[in-house]
């Protein structure tokens, strides 16, 4: 299909110990910024913007990414994802990342806002060969509505598929559709209205880490629920649900640093855009 509102293809490869984009190319409501290069690593950061501000009634994105090995790259975005009232047809978004052995990609944006009335459906696929990295952050967030329901969006559905050499090794599938489901119940929201997902691949991956992991979640104080799971190939996920999309930042942040230390002897950059 070609009626995309907005795509954005990005390829990545080493040169000479550093990441630099093979290929770029943008068009419509979707935007990549020039790279930034935080220290020395080698690595790179990309913002991806969405200049429009907003996803509104069909709208629908494509974004494609690859990193061949060695490449290193941090994409984020350069504020959330807001998705306003869909009264004809669900707003779309399509990413598909493609990550050669030794590549190490990091996929970071900010939290996605579903407004009153919203409907949105976001799939992600990611095709890794062995020996590559990938980690990944989502945040849901219910938007401000005028009636001060917690949760007035329509549907919010999260698809992820993550291939490693091939095989299907995580299928994730988050739907929440209020007006159907009780959302503060058990198996939903449990009382929480924030949801975070963290997803990290690597064949580094052993229980010491998700030990450290557990332990530095478990020393916030605040109120939350957390579950971290190891994957059918070598990985795992944080699951969260809060009170405030800060709370669980400053979690994911905090596991992040950890990880990218541990796989990558690199202490990762604030992203942090204001």
Not at 38 to 45: A, E, F, I, K, P
Not at 67 to 90: C, G, I, M, R, W
Not at 114 to 128: C, D, F, G, S
Not at 237 to 252: D, G, K, P, V
Request: net charge neutral.
């Amino acid at each position: 299909m070609s009626d995309w509102t907005g795509v954005l293809s990005l390829d990545l490869e080493e040169r000479k110990g550093k990441t630099v984009a093979k290929n770029v190319y943008f068009q419509g409501a979707l935007k990549v910024m020039r790279p930034i290069y935080h220290d020395n690593s080698g690595q790179v950061c990309y913002y991806l913007l969405n200049p429009g501000g907003g996803y509104l009634d069909g709208d629908r994105y494509k974004l494609e990414i690859s990193a061949n090995e060695d490449a290193k790259v941090t994409l984020t975005t350069q504020s959330a994802t807001k998705v306003y009232k869909t009264p004809k047809s669900f707003a779309y978004q399509e990413t598909t990342i493609s990550l050669k052995k030794g590549s190490y990609l990091e996929y970071l944006p900010d939290p996605l806002i579903a407004y009153e009335n919203a409907r949105y459906k976001q799939k992600n696929v990611i095709h890794m060969e062995r020996g590559a990295t990938f980690l990944s952050t989502d945040i849901l967030t219910p938007g401000w509505s005028p009636s001060g329901e917690r949760f007035s969006y329509d549907t919010v559905q999260l698809l992820t598929e993550i291939y490693l050499d091939g095989k299907l090794g995580m299928f994730d599938h988050i739907k929440l559709t209020p007006n159907n489901q009780n959302l503060s119940g058990l198996g939903f929201m449990e009382g929480y209205t924030h949801l975070g997902s963290m997803v990290a691949i690597s064949e580094n991956t052993k229980n010491a880490l998700l030990d450290e992991l557990y332990e530095i979640i478990q020393m916030e104080k605040a109120d939350f629920k957390v579950g971290i799971s190891r994957l059918a190939v070598p990985g795992f996920s944080i699951r969260i649900l809060a009170n405030s999309t800060q709370l669980i930042e400053r979690i994911f942040n905090n596991c992040h640093k950890i990880i990218s230390e541990k796989w990558t002897n690199h202490t990762p950059n604030s992203l942090r855009k204001y």
